[in-house]
């Protein structure tokens, strides 16, 4: 079995395209706000791992787990959605963005859990 592919999984290659023509070829698009949201988890977990294996914290080639989809998920919420808000001026809490990394998140892992 061909071990977990970090920035190379084509889910995550997916993710990132989409949002560079969501965000350059449609700049005022409707698709703005939750759209990139819901594209977060399934770009970043692939990197973030990535990161985590070249530290020697993560010690195999799996496909993420849940936990380790979760953790991101929780980490990314609270810093997005509460720490940021207080600090940036120009940052919004929105519980939607919650609701939409939680979709990005769960449809990723589920594809990367699909066989």
């Known amino acids: ?3 977990f592919r970090y920035a190379a999984d084509p889910l995550c290659i ?4 989409l949002y560079v ?3 350059w070829a449609f700049p005022h698009s409707a698709l703005r706000s939750w759209f990139s949201d819901v594209l977060f988890l399934p770009a970043a977990v692939p990197v973030y791992l990535w990161f985590e294996k070249k530290l020697g914290l993560r010690t195999h080639d799996r496909i993420p787990s ?3 989809v979760g953790a991101l998920f929780l ?3 609270f810093a997005a959605e509460v720490v940021a808000p207080r600090l940036f001026e120009h940052c919004t809490s929105d519980p939607l963005d919650v609701l939409a990394y939680a ?3 769960l449809f990723a892992w589920i594809w990367w859990t699909r066989f």
């Open 66 to 68: 849940l936990a380790e």
């Open 103 to 105: 979709a990005g998140g």
């Open 14 to 17: 997916t993710a990132v395209a």
């Open 1 to 3: 079995m061909r071990g």
């Open 21 to 23: 023509i969501e965000r």
């Open 75 to 77: 980490v990314w919420s």
